[in-house]
């Protein structure tokens, strides 16, 4: 099955600095990432998405790259807000049979943003 | 995007006792929906795919007994974790597919078990 892994596990920055997660994946069929932030004790959010048929995709302060050849993606978030603080994780997932829409999940990033 | 909801938020129960756990969309007809797990400070590790009407696919190593599924209408999933026991302490979280052909999930906020 699919195989995700996440880098780095914790990530501190200042406010207003970038920040970059990046994920790999081990399965070619995937072709659906998102990423998703928790915070403590509430169910991730969806921030951002990207399919197989598309490199790079912006929302605001955050963006995802998407490396099918590598079979790695990334996640970038300019302009660092405290509240940006929180768990990232990234997802992957294989279309088709019985594994249809399965998210398989990295292992998570601790972001902390230091006003 | 889409909402969905779980009740209850938190629940504290005796061993040997049942739990139920509910998860709504609130918005949307979900065709599949997927329960998980996730201990403190780890991953989100999925426990079982529900599609409405028919019968729920366990992952490996998930007892499909003690985890009862059961998916009765595009909007309503329940969880029963039936004889619990302080190693189910965990929190749940549930989340919702609309159907293809993008794979998008939607997360309920947790149901936080604690097994006594």
């Known amino acids: 099955g699919e195989n995700v892994e996440q880098h780095p596990s914790t990530l501190s920055v200042q406010e207003g600095d970038s920040a970059v997660i990046k994920c790999t994946y081990s399965?070619?069929?995937?072709?659906?990432f998102p990423w998703y932030k928790q915070e403590l004790g509430k169910g991730p959010q969806l921030i951002i998405d990207?399919?197989?048929?598309?490199g790079e995709k912006k929302d605001q302060r955050i963006a995802v790259t998407l490396n099918k050849t590598a079979k790695h993606f990334s996640l970038h978030i300019t302009e660092t807000q405290p509240e940006d603080s929180a768990v990232y994780f990234c997802?992957?997932?294989?279309?088709?049979?019985?594994?249809?829409?399965?998210?398989?999940f990295g292992q998570g990033t601790i972001l902390t943003v230091h006003p | 995007g889409a909402v969905v909801s779980q009740h209850p938020s938190r629940v504290i129960c005796k061993s040997g006792t049942s739990v139920k756990i509910e998860c709504r969309s609130l918005?949307?007809?979900?065709?599949?929906m997927f329960w998980y797990r996730q201990f403190p400070k780890q991953s989100l590790m999925l426990m079982a795919t529900?599609?409405?009407?028919?019968?729920?696919?366990?992952e490996q190593g998930v007892e499909k007994d003690k985890f009862l599924i059961n998916h009765a209408s595009l909007t309503l999933s329940t969880l029963t974790v039936t004889s619990a026991h302080p190693e189910d302490s965990s929190f749940y979280i549930c989340?919702?597919?609309?159907?293809?052909?993008?794979?998008?999930?939607?997360f309920g906020p947790g149901t936080r078990l604690t097994v006594l």
């Open positions: 989340s919702a597919a609309g159907g293809a052909p993008y794979n998008e999930q939607f």
């Open positions: 399965d070619s069929a995937s072709n659906y």
């Open positions: 990207i399919r197989s048929n598309v």
């Open positions: 997802a992957a997932s294989i279309p088709g049979g019985t594994s249809y829409g399965k998210l398989t």
């Open positions: 918005d949307f007809q979900a065709t599949t």
């Open positions: 529900s599609n409405e009407g028919s019968k729920a696919t366990y």
